[in-house]
């Protein structure tokens, strides 16, 4: 679970800010309680297909660069399915119920996944919230997550 749990915060953390070093990566992670070592953080990049980016102030981040085409990979699906206690519908919302602190690597795991009619996504601390135009959508969402994690 650690190495999901880390993996999970590296990319809230890369989403969340402007990384641009594996030290400075580093640092975020020993502020969020993560003992790491360099190593570690070279194959938590590789494993999670991380890149540097050119940011609009001319700086390089890291970030997911995915394709429509591109699979989603098995690491991401790891961590989903370690992180998400339930997920449940009410009308045209599905609420995602994750393992404390694990909601915004959990949805930004879902946004890579290209939801049918997905509206938007709000991630709290253990909380995701997904926006559909109708019941209809958010049941067919409910179904597909549901069955990511059995």
Known sequence: MARSARQSKILELISTKEIETQDELARELKNANFDITQATISRDIKELGLTKILTSSGKYKYAIIGSDEQQISNKFITIFREAVISVKSVLNIVVVKTLKGMASGVCSF??????????????????????????????DAVVSLNNMIS
Do not use: H
Request: no cysteine; hydrophobic share 45%.
């Open 110 to 139: 879902i946004d890579k996944l290209n939801l049918s009619e997905l509206v938007g996504a709000v991630a709290g601390d253990d909380t995701v919230m997904l926006i559909f135009p109708s019941a209809s959508y958010s049941s």
